[in-house]
């Protein structure tokens, strides 16, 4: 899974489960960062998060399942 693949991925399941459109889940979800295998071998991304409070809360409880099933991805 790429980079782009996996943003596309947090942001139709943000719409699906909690509403909203697209442009928003975007903002709030900020910038997704692929960092170094060689020092992140576990999970090699994360977000920057942006948005409000609530909208935070609701990517990093996404995120903590995401995270088990796509731990590991590619830059686009």
């Known amino acids: 899974m790429t980079a ?3 943003e ?3 942001i139709a399941r943000l719409m ?3 509403g909203g459109t697209s442009q928003t889940w975007r903002r709030a979800l900020g910038k997704l960062v692929v960092r170094d295998m060689a020092t992140h071998a576990h999970c090699n991304w994360d977000v920057r998060l942006g948005g ?3 909208q ?3 990517i990093e409880r996404l ?3 995401v995270r088990l099933e796509y731990s590991i991805i590619t830059a686009d």
């Open 63 to 65: 995120l903590d399942d």
């Open 52 to 54: 409000t409070d609530a």
């Open 16 to 18: 699906r489960e909690r």
């Open 56 to 58: 935070r809360a609701a």
């Open 8 to 10: 596309l991925l947090l």
């Open 4 to 6: 782009s693949d996996l």
